[in-house]
C-alpha cells in the first residue's frame, strides 16, 4: 500500500537539495578563489620598470682612506668601490656571477670575494676561482674633489 503524497515529497525534495549543493559549491569556490588569488599576487609581484642609471655619487674620498671598499647602491644593483692605492679607484658590478649573491672585497688578498660560494676575482674583475662563470662588469670612475663618481661603461 502507497502513502499518500509519499511520491510528490521525493520529486521536491530534488531539485531543493540540488541547488543547495551548487550553492554551497559555489561558495565555497568563491572563498579559496578569495584565499588563493592574494596569494599568488604576492609571490608573483608586477615588474616596476626601473629608470636607467648611468651615474651614481659612489662615495667620499674620506670614507675609502680607512677600511679601502665600499658597496654603494647602483640603480636597484650594489656596486663595489675599491681603493687600490692611494688616490686610484676601482668600480665593479657589486653582484657575483655566479648566484648574484653581494661581493665584497679582501684587502689582505687584493681580491674580490663571494662569500656564498667561495668565489674569487682579482682587481680587473676577472674570476679566478670558484664557481663563477664570467668575470664582474667594470665600471668608469672618477674623482671630484672628495666625491667618487662611477659610471657604466
Given amino acids: 500500500m502507497a ?7 521525493r520529486g521536491a525534495g ?7 549543493n551548487g550553492f554551497l559549491g559555489t561558495v565555497v569556490a568563491a572563498l579559496g578563489a578569495a584565499v588563493v588569488y ?29 677600511k679601502k671598499w665600499k ?11 675599491v681603493q687600490t692605492s692611494p688616490g686610484q679607484y676601482r668600480a665593479f ?16 688578498s687584493q681580491r674580490i670575494w663571494c662569500a656564498c660560494h667561495n668565489g674569487w676575482y682579482d682587481l ?12 664582474l662588469e667594470q665600471f668608469e670612475v672618477k674623482v671630484a674633489g672628495d666625491d667618487i663618481f662611477v659610471t657604466r661603461s
Fill in 3 to 9: 502513502v499518500a503524497g509519499q511520491g510528490s515529497d
Fill in 14 to 20: 530534488m531539485p531543493r537539495r540540488g541547488f543547495l
Fill in 38 to 66: 592574494p596569494v599568488i599576487r604576492f609571490l608573483s609581484p608586477p615588474r616596476i620598470p626601473e629608470a636607467v642609471t648611468n651615474q651614481v655619487l659612489a662615495g667620499k674620498v674620506s670614507e675609502l682612506t680607512e
Fill in 71 to 81: 658597496i654603494f647602491p647602483f640603480g636597484s644593483q650594489p656596486g663595489l668601490l
Fill in 93 to 108: 658590478e657589486g653582484m657575483c656571477t655566479h648566484l648574484s649573491c653581494t661581493v665584497q672585497y679582501e684587502h689582505e
Fill in 124 to 135: 680587473t674583475g676577472r674570476n679566478i676561482a670558484g664557481p663563477p662563470p664570467r668575470p
